[in-house]
């Protein structure tokens, strides 16, 4: 694969290890807060989906890594791909702002796996 777009996919991994780290572990802390826009008590009252959220986007960096060092570029579409239908569903219930931070890091992976 090519090296940009193995860091392309990299970089993706790594947003969703942070994403684990801020859904599981600093939803209710100040950055958390912040990140999401929650008061305390939203976030108090939402802290275990929140972590169950945060353990999905850990499964996702985790398949994109096994792909990338297992040289499975099937398994790494398959989890870009994922992440496009996660940021598409994201954005459309949620917030807008979710495509552009998960969604086109995704997409650029993908355009740049698929181009070389």
């Not at 996919?9 to 826009?37: I, S």
């Not at 939203?42 to 096994?66: D, H, I, M, S």
Request: glycine share 6%; net charge positive.
């Amino acid at each position: 694969m090519d090296m940009i777009a193995a860091a392309l996919v990299v970089v993706v991994a790594a947003l969703h290890a942070y994403f684990l780290v801020l859904e599981m572990f600093l939803w209710t802390r100040p950055l958390g807060l912040k990140t999401f826009r929650n008061t305390p008590e939203k976030a108090e009252a939402t802290r275990v989906l929140a972590a169950n959220q945060g353990l999905y986007n850990g499964f996702l960096a985790a398949g994109l890594l096994w792909g990338l060092f297992t040289a499975q570029w099937n398994v790494v579409v398959f989890f870009l791909l994922c992440v496009i239908v996660a940021a598409l569903y994201g954005a459309w219930s949620v917030n807008k702002r979710i495509f552009y931070v998960q969604g086109l890091p995704a997409i650029a992976a993908l355009a740049a796996v698929w181009l070389c």
